[in-house]
């Protein structure tokens, strides 16, 4: 089945830096590639979700990579706000009616 | 907007008991899913159910048991419950179908004394 790595685990950047986080998956039969924010104490909220006949996608700071030949993509976040710190979550699905599978996450801490 | 209602945002239970988490989504979404979510864990799949009546175990089915009546109704079941199970439980549902994105409840915060 599919496995998604996401690295790293922690990120601290300085507010109006940019932020990057990346994953990996196995399966290359996955199609859609969506990233989860979740506040303190929240639920995850979808941000951005890029599909796999799409290289890129941006959404005002928010931007996301797909690359399909090495079976990765990423998140940046640009101009960092201290409301960005959170959990980020990538996840992958494959073809067919699959659950995501999700990384482990990624706690990222914007310092004023 | 989708909503996703999990009935209890804080519950506490003893070892052993039988313990029901409800989630409930205004969707019409076919897909139900149950997850846990510990520190350093991420967002572990429990089961999943595609329509009602119908479920797949997920990565860490043991210890768990869940039910699908109707379709907009998912529920958890602890069937006797133990302290390694304490922990956020998160609902989510999701429309049928690839390149669709899943959407979360608040969670249950459960603790198993």
């Known amino acids: 089945g599919e496995n998604v790595e996401q690295h790293p685990s922690t990120l601290s950047v300085q507010e109006g830096d940019s932020a990057v986080i990346k994953c990996t998956y196995s399966?290359?039969?996955?199609?859609?590639f969506p990233w989860y924010k979740q506040e303190l104490g929240k639920r995850p909220q979808l941000i951005i979700d890029?599909?796999?006949?799409?290289g890129e996608k941006k959404d005002q700071r928010i931007a996301v990579t797909l690359n399909k030949t090495a079976k990765h993509f990423s998140l940046h976040i640009t101009e960092t706000q201290p409301e960005d710190s959170a959990v980020y979550f990538c996840a992958a699905k494959g073809t067919g009616n699959t659950p995501l599978v999700f990384g482990k996450g990624t706690r990222l801490s914007v310092i004023a | 907007d989708v909503k996703v209602t999990q009935s209890s945002r804080y519950l506490v239970k003893r070892t052993g008991e039988k313990v029901f988490l409800e989630c409930v989504q205004d969707?019409?979404?076919?897909?139900m899913f149950w997850y846990r979510q510990d520190p350093g864990l991420g967002l572990r799949l429990i089961y999943f159910s595609y329509d009602v009546k119908m479920k797949e175990k997920g990565d860490i089915p043991e210890g768990y048991s869940v039910s699908r009546e109707k379709k907009e109704r998912f529920s958890l079941i602890l069937e006797s419950a133990s302290t390694n199970q304490t922990s956020m439980y998160l609902c989510a549902s999701s429309p049928w179908g690839g390149s669709q994105p899943q959407h979360f409840g608040d969670g249950t915060r459960l603790s198993i004394l």
């Open positions: 890029i599909r796999s006949n799409v």
């Open positions: 969707m019409d979404h076919e897909n």
């Open positions: 399966d290359s039969a996955s199609n859609y």
